[in-house]
């Protein structure tokens, strides 16, 4: 109201009593794109970061709060010796330019992979990992790609004798000794590989305690890691910024923080246009698997998604009932009661969250469209699907939606390099 | 795009097809009985009936759904067994089986088959526990002679909730009611969710309370829970487990989750002494 008056005000006194009939008449139809129901209100604050609440306990992984295996972490995430041709690190696909994810449709470690890289902004905040879901914690997840022969592309024994050569003291500052994986006791390219069968046999050929020695070296490995994902989160918004105006009231003395396409865009996203199915809750997603009928190019065996994916993270020796967990079982919530159907998964992927969406192209698990219109039109094209009812849009309304994304664009922070030697 | 769209667009008509051999669909009543009075002679007892002749042509059947359309939830619907060639058919053995061919599988919640006489059975507790592409299976026994008919509905709709909006209230006949009796009056359940509101996206905890007609706690039911999203025709994304407090008639549901915003219809089905039923509880998750 009173921003209103003010903006009446300001435009009598400078413009003459001319213009008295077009600012008010601008002013309420603006007045009308900020003002929301206490519905609406309830669902704004859902999607404000000031929602998401502390970074949830990982029970399976004791050291993820622990800043100095967070500084590790950080440090083997940005490590190139971790890869078949000391080139490729965690960071090669999830750069930190570029909101933790890259550019590229299909994400390319050693070789091309099948699907894009992850965003990591707050993934700490997901009940399962990778596009599949096919780990269950972020620790698990962080040592997939490294025995992928198209990512890092070694093995768990090369990750040991990496770990006990360069970086010994941290390590064992933070979990203890351990052994020194010189090549003429342990083979360096030896894991419980499928696609492998040398590797296969030389881990194999290890002694029981060989292989628990490495697994358990590879585990911590994976939860320094964790520790550093963990820290990588969003900052406000200017969406965040106007959900504060809205809530707190003073919002009409000042300048609102979206502008009124973006606010009709947002009660497009919230309402007509459905967008909150899926992308609710303050990281913008439900962090469940939904099928859009959406096939890579040139997938020749088809990608089944989350249906393949979950007896592999009931089957992970690295799942949070795993012997490497540090949960009790009854903490294991959502592998107890995973739901296991597959047909009910089969093409369906995980939902991503849409912080900083627009400054992250391209789109999709498979890079599928290279702009956010192209995502917005798709969506469109499905309107009869009951789940992915977008209801009719128009050209305008796209317009619009693509506005109000861009208003979700933040920095990203994480722990930086000097906190390491708190 | 266009390939892919083209792709949904032959998916859509295979998909029913398994069912529905004849061609006959449910939504086009008219042309189908036109053609097979041609072919069978028989009267039909209703005008806005579907028909449809059982595989080996022995009998007829005439299906009325008095709400006009299956909707997701409990149906109650009648049926007219007529011979092939005319004529009633009392006395018949009739069981029918909701079917989701898509999904590959029906409702735990068995059809109750009533027959009122003059070939017409009355088959009440049909529940159609999602919306989405449902068939029923109507088996017909009289005097060792046993045939099948399958009647297709390609698209059962939550009731009166075709359009809805996110977050829009659902229609106002609906209640949020936390204790209801069960469909057919066995028992009265009441739920509560453990440990505050139920938040979206979180895991948690419900407690049941059991009770027959009488009010007497039933401790020993075996009591199962179905999530579904009226909206979107899928689930929760998890499976809960129930188990019993032994006392009170309390039960415990641990696994409950709601991914999605909105109007959620969770069914609890008991089954004890006092038989099997089930009662069906709205909430809007926000």
Same mark, same amino acid.
């Given at each position: 109201?009173?921003?209103?008056?003010?903006?009446f005000?300001?435009?009598?006194?400078?413009?003459?009593?001319?213009?008295?009939?077009?600012?008010?008449?601008?002013?309420?139809?603006?007045?009308?794109?900020?003002?929301?129901?206490?519905?609406?209100?309830?669902?704004?604050r859902?999607?404000?970061?000031?929602?998401?609440?502390?970074?949830?306990?990982?029970?399976?992984?004791?050291?993820?709060?622990?800043?100095?295996?967070?500084?590790?972490?950080?440090?083997?995430?940005?490590?190139?010796?971790?890869?078949?041709?000391?080139?490729?690190?965690?960071?090669?696909?999830?750069?930190?330019?570029?909101?933790?994810?890259?550019?590229?449709p299909?994400?390319?470690?050693?070789?091309?992979?099948?699907?894009?890289?992850?965003?990591?902004?707050?993934?700490?905040?997901?009940?399962?990992?990778?596009?599949?879901?096919?780990?269950?914690?972020?620790?698990?997840?962080?040592?997939?790609?490294?025995? $992928?022969?198209?990512?890092?592309?070694?093995?768990?024994?090369?990750?040991?004798?990496?770990?006990?050569?360069?970086?010994?003291?941290?390590?064992?500052?933070?979990?203890?000794?351990?052994?020194?994986?010189?090549?003429?006791?342990?083979?360096q390219?030896?894991?419980?590989?499928?696609?492998?069968?040398?590797?296969?046999?030389?881990?194999?050929?290890?002694?029981?305690?060989?292989?628990?020695?490495?697994?358990?070296?590879?585990?911590?490995?994976?939860?320094?890691?964790?520790?550093?994902v963990?820290?990588?989160?969003?900052?406000?918004?200017?969406?965040?910024?106007?959900?504060?105006?809205?809530?707190?009231?003073?919002?009409?003395?000042?300048?609102?923080?979206?502008?009124?396409?973006?606010?009709?865009?947002?009660?497009?996203?919230?309402?007509?246009?459905?967008?909150?199915?899926?992308? $609710?809750?303050?990281?913008?997603t439900?962090?469940?698997?939904h099928?859009?009928?959406?096939?890579?190019?040139?997938?020749?065996?088809?990608?089944?998604?989350?249906?393949?994916?979950?007896?592999?993270v009931?089957?992970?020796?690295?799942?949070?009932?795993?012997?490497?967990?540090?949960?009790?079982?009854?903490?294991?919530?959502?592998?107890?009661?995973?739901?296991?159907?597959?047909?009910?998964?089969?093409?369906?992927?995980?939902?991503?969250?849409?912080?900083?969406?627009t400054?992250?192209?391209?789109?999709?698990?498979?890079?599928?469209?290279?702009?956010?219109?192209?995502?917005?039109?798709?969506?469109?094209?499905?309107?009869?699907?009951?789940?992915?009812?977008?209801?009719?849009?128009?050209?305008?309304?796209?317009?619009?939606?693509?506005?109000?994304?861009?208003?979700?664009?933040?920095?990203?922070?994480?722990?930086?390099?000097?906190?390491? $030697?708190? | 795009?266009?390939?892919l769209?083209l792709?949904?667009?032959?998916?859509?008509?295979?998909?029913?097809?398994?069912?529905?051999?004849?061609?006959?669909?449910?939504?086009?009543?008219?042309?189908?009985?036109?053609?097979?009075?041609?072919?069978?002679?028989?009267?039909?007892?209703?005008?806005d009936?579907?028909?449809?002749?059982?595989?080996?042509?022995?009998?007829?059947?005439?299906?009325?759904?008095?709400?006009?359309?299956?909707?997701?939830?409990?149906?109650?619907?009648?049926i007219?067994?007529?011979?092939?060639?005319?004529?009633?058919?009392?006395?018949?053995?009739?069981?029918?089986?909701?079917?989701?061919?898509?999904?590959?599988?029906?409702?735990?919640?068995?059809?109750?088959?009533?027959?009122?006489g003059?070939?017409?059975?009355?088959?009440?507790?049909?529940?159609?526990?999602?919306?989405?592409?449902?068939?029923?299976?109507?088996?017909?026994?009289?005097?060792?002679?046993?045939d099948?008919?399958?009647?297709?509905?390609?698209?059962?709709?939550?009731?009166?909730?075709?359009?809805? #909006?996110?977050?829009?209230p659902?229609?106002?006949?609906?209640?949020?009611?936390?204790?209801?009796?069960?469909?057919?009056?066995?028992?009265?359940?009441?739920?509560?969710?453990?440990?505050?509101?139920?938040?979206?996206?979180?895991?948690?905890?419900?407690?049941?309370?059991?009770?027959?007609?009488?009010?007497?706690?039933?401790?020993?039911?075996?009591?199962?829970?179905?999530?579904?999203?009226?909206?979107?025709?899928?689930g929760?994304?998890?499976?809960?487990?129930?188990?019993?407090?032994?006392?009170?008639?309390?039960?415990?549901?641990?696994? #409950?989750?709601?991914?999605?915003?909105?109007?959620?219809?969770?069914?609890?089905?008991?089954?004890?002494?006092?038989?099997?039923?089930?009662?069906?509880?709205?909430?809007?998750?926000?």
């Open positions: 109201m009173q921003n209103c008056f003010n903006r005000i300001g435009a009598t006194i400078g413009l003459l009593f001319l213009l008295i009939g077009i600012p008010s008449q601008d002013c309420a139809w603006a007045m009308d794109q900020h003002t929301w129901t206490s519905q609406e209100k309830v669902v704004l859902s999607l404000w970061l000031g929602s998401l609440g502390p970074l949830p306990v990982d029970p399976s992984n004791k050291y993820s709060d622990n800043a100095r295996a967070a500084a590790l972490g950080r440090k083997l995430f940005f490590e190139d010796k971790f890869s078949g041709n000391q080139k490729v690190s965690c960071a090669t696909c999830h750069r930190e330019d570029y909101f933790f994810t890259d550019n590229l299909l994400s390319h470690g050693m070789a091309t992979t099948p699907r894009r890289s992850m965003p990591l902004i707050g993934v700490a905040y997901n009940s399962w990992f990778f596009w599949d879901g096919r780990t269950d914690s972020l620790w698990s997840q962080a040592l997939g790609p490294i025995e $992928n022969k198209l990512e890092h592309g070694i093995s768990r024994t090369m990750s040991a004798y990496i770990i006990s050569k360069y970086y010994r003291e941290e390590y064992k500052e933070i979990f203890g000794e351990l052994p020194d994986f010189m090549e003429d006791a342990f083979p390219h030896a894991r419980p590989a499928h696609d492998d069968p040398d590797a296969l046999k030389a881990w194999v050929l290890m002694t029981p305690e060989q292989r628990a020695d490495v697994n358990r070296v590879y585990v911590n490995m994976g939860k320094a890691i964790a520790a550093f963990r820290t990588i989160l969003p900052q406000p918004s200017p969406f965040d910024h106007y959900v504060e105006q809205i809530l707190s009231e003073e919002s009409m003395t000042n300048r609102m923080a979206l502008t009124d396409d973006e606010a009709r865009g947002l009660r497009l996203f919230i309402g007509k246009a459905k967008c909150t199915n899926c992308h $609710n809750g303050p990281m913008f439900n962090s469940d698997f099928n859009l009928g959406l096939q890579a190019k040139n997938d020749k065996k088809k990608d089944t998604g989350r249906a393949d994916a979950i007896t592999q009931l089957s992970s020796e690295f799942n949070c009932f795993g012997k490497y967990s540090d949960a009790n079982p009854d903490e294991c919530l959502e592998l107890r009661f995973i739901e296991t159907s597959e047909e009910k998964y089969v093409g369906a992927f995980k939902t991503p969250t849409l912080r900083s969406v400054e992250r192209p391209p789109y999709m698990h498979a890079g599928q469209f290279a702009t956010i219109r192209e995502v917005l039109e798709f969506y469109r094209s499905k309107a009869s699907n009951p789940e992915l009812g977008h209801d009719k849009l128009t050209d305008e309304e796209l317009g619009l939606l693509e506005a109000f994304l861009h208003s979700l664009s933040s920095p990203v922070t994480s722990l930086q390099e000097e906190v390491r $030697n708190r | 795009m266009k390939k769209m792709v949904f667009v032959v998916l859509f008509f295979l998909l029913p097809g398994c069912g529905a051999k004849e061609g006959e669909m449910a939504g086009q009543p008219h042309e189908m009985t036109e053609h097979e009075h041609a072919d069978v002679k028989v009267t039909k007892h209703f005008d009936s579907l028909t449809k002749l059982t595989d080996n042509n022995l009998y007829s059947l005439e299906l009325v759904i008095p709400d006009k359309h299956l909707k997701m939830g409990v149906n109650t619907v009648e007219i067994v007529h011979h092939s060639t005319g004529g009633d058919v009392a006395e018949a053995e009739l069981s029918v089986t909701p079917w989701m061919p898509s999904m590959g599988h029906g409702v735990m919640q068995k059809p109750v088959v009533m027959e009122r003059g070939g017409l059975y009355s088959v009440e507790n049909v529940v159609l526990s999602m919306t989405g592409h449902w068939q029923l299976q109507v088996k017909v026994a009289k005097n060792n002679k046993e099948t008919a399958v009647f297709d509905f390609p698209e059962v709709k939550a009731m009166g909730h075709e359009h809805a #909006m996110m977050h829009a659902p229609p106002q006949d609906i209640d949020y009611a936390t204790e209801k009796m069960t469909a057919n009056n066995s028992y009265k359940v009441m739920y509560q969710s453990i440990g505050g509101p139920i938040r979206i996206n979180r895991i948690h905890s419900w407690e049941l309370k059991v009770t027959d007609a009488d009010g007497k706690p039933v401790n020993d039911a075996k009591v199962t829970v179905v999530g579904d999203m009226p909206e979107h025709g899928h929760l994304p998890t499976q809960p487990e129930v188990f019993t407090m032994a006392a009170d008639g309390l039960y415990r549901i641990d696994g #409950m989750k709601f991914q999605m915003p909105g109007w959620w219809v969770v069914t609890i089905s008991i089954m004890a002494e006092g038989g099997h039923d089930s009662v069906s509880f709205n909430l809007n998750v926000l």
